[in-house]
C-alpha cells in the first residue's frame, strides 16, 4: 500500500537558500507538504546557514558535486525507500488539459499523480518515474508510457537501492546517466506525460552554475561521454537557436527502444464469418439504444452496461435493467462472451459503445485486472488510444487494464460498435 505519508522529498541544494524557500519549498507548502518529510542535503560549510534559515526541515550535510550528493543521498535512505527527488530551484507544476496546460494548484492533483506513479512502479517491477521534460502543450501527452524515455532530473521518483551500478558518476547529464542506468536494469521506466514542471534552469545563481560557469562546454564534454560508453542509446542531433538558418548547437538524444513491458495483451483474431458474431452485430443493430445522458460527459455518442455493475450509493454488484430491457442483445452479448471472452478473462459487466468518442481516462471503479475490449462493425479508423498509442482493436481484441492506463477513442467514421468486458469487486 503507497500512502503519501511514507514518501520522503528530498532537495540537494548548494548555496540557494533564499530561491529554495521562495521557489519548490513554497511549491511544497501549497500541497500541503508536512516538513518533517522533506530532507535538504547541503555541504557542510553551508549547513549552519541552512539550518538557522529552515530550523522545521531536516538539513542534511552531504557532499560536494551533484553526483556526490546523489549517491549520497542513496545511501543515506534505506532500501525500498519511496524518494521524490526535487531541484530547489521549481517554480510551478502543471498538468495537460485536452491542448492546454494548466497549473497544479491543490494537494490533492499533486499527491494523487505521485501516488499513480509509485504504484505503477510497484506493479510493473519499475524503479524509477519522471514527468515530462518540457512545459509546452505540442509535446506534452495524455499517457503514461514504459518505454526507454528521457526522466527529466528536476522532478522525478524512485525506489531507493543500494546498488553500485546505479551510481552517477557526471554532474552534468545526470538525469541522462540515471535514465540509461535504469533502463539497462529494469527494462522499464514509468513516464507521466501529462505533468511538467517548471524550473529556472540556467537563471539563477549557485546550483551547478557556481561550479560550472560554462554549462555548454559540460554538456557537450559530458555528452561525448554519454554517447561513447552507451552509443547504442544515445545520439546528438543538431538544433537551431534564435531562428538561425545555421544549427549552433548540439543535443543530446536518446535513440528508441520499445519496452520488454507490455501494457496490453492482443488475442486471436475474431472471425468475422462467424455466427455468434454476425449476429451480436445483428442485435447491436436492432436494440437502437438510445444516448445515455448520465454518460454524456465522459465522451460523445452512445454507451450502455449490462452484465452486472454497481449501483450508485449502494454496496456490492446489481443486474443492469438493461439485461431485461434488451434480451435478445444480451443473450447475443452472452453467447460471444462464451466463445471468446470467458477463455481469457473473468468478468462482471459489459460495457456497449455505439459510435462512443470517449475523453481521455481510467476506469477507476474496476478492479485492478485486465479487460477485454474488441470493435465490431463498419468504420474506418477509429483505434484505442492507450498511453498515447493507437491500437486497432476492430475485430483485433485486446487485453489491457483500464484502472491503469489512460485510454481514448481515436476519429473514426462509419457505425462503431465496441464491447468491453470489465471486472468489478
Known sequence: ????????????????????????????????????????????????????????????????????????????????????????????????????????????????????????????????????????????????????????????????????????????????????????????????????????????????????????????????????????????RNTQLNNTKKSLYQELKLKKHSSITNFYKPLENINIECSIVKNLLHQLNEANLPIYKKRENTGIGITHTFGLNRARKKCGLFESKNNTKYPNLYNAILAFAEKYVKPNIEYTGIQVNKNYKTKPHYDARNANMDSYIVGLGDYTNGCLILNSYKIDIKYKPILFNGANWIHSTDEFEGTRYSLVFFKQN
Not at 540537494?12 to 500541497?31: C, G, M, N, V
Not at 553526483?67 to 525507500?81: C, D, L, T, V
Open 1 to 236: 500500500m503507497v500512502a503519501i505519508n511514507k514518501i520522503k522529498f528530498v532537495i540537494p541544494s548548494y548555496k540557494r537558500l533564499d530561491i529554495l524557500k521562495t521557489h519548490t519549498l513554497a511549491q511544497l507548502e501549497l500541497f500541503k507538504i508536512p516538513k518533517n518529510q522533506i530532507y535538504i542535503f547541503v555541504v557542510q560549510d553551508e549547513y549552519e546557514l541552512y539550518k538557522y534559515g529552515l530550523p522545521e526541515y531536516n538539513i542534511i550535510i552531504g557532499i560536494l558535486g551533484l553526483a556526490n550528493q546523489r549517491n549520497f543521498i542513496s545511501n543515506y535512505f534505506k532500501e525500498g525507500q519511496l524518494l521524490v527527488c526535487l531541484d530547489d530551484d521549481l517554480k510551478s507544476f502543471q498538468m495537460l488539459d485536452n491542448t492546454q496546460i494548466i497549473p497544479i494548484t491543490t494537494h490533492l492533483q499533486f499527491k494523487s499523480f505521485i501516488l499513480r506513479a509509485f504504484k505503477l512502479c510497484l506493479y510493473h517491477n519499475a524503479y524509477l518515474w519522471g514527468i515530462h521534460q518540457t512545459y509546452n502543450p505540442r509535446y506534452m501527452r495524455e499517457s503514461i508510457t514504459f518505454n526507454f524515455s528521457f526522466v527529466v532530473g528536476h522532478f522525478w521518483g524512485c525506489i531507493n537501492r543500494h546498488l553500485p551500478e546505479l551510481n552517477i558518476t557526471m554532474d552534468i547529464k545526470e538525469d541522462y546517466e540515471r535514465t540509461i542506468k535504469y533502463w539497462l536494469l529494469d527494462k522499464v521506466i514509468i513516464k507521466v506525460n501529462y505533468i511538467s514542471a517548471n524550473n529556472s534552469i540556467y537563471k539563477t545563481k549557485g546550483g551547478l552554475q557556481e561550479i560550472y560557469p560554462n554549462r555548454t562546454f559540460a554538456s557537450i564534454d559530458s555528452s561525448k561521454t554519454l554517447i561513447n560508453t552507451y552509443s547504442e542509446y544515445f545520439e546528438l
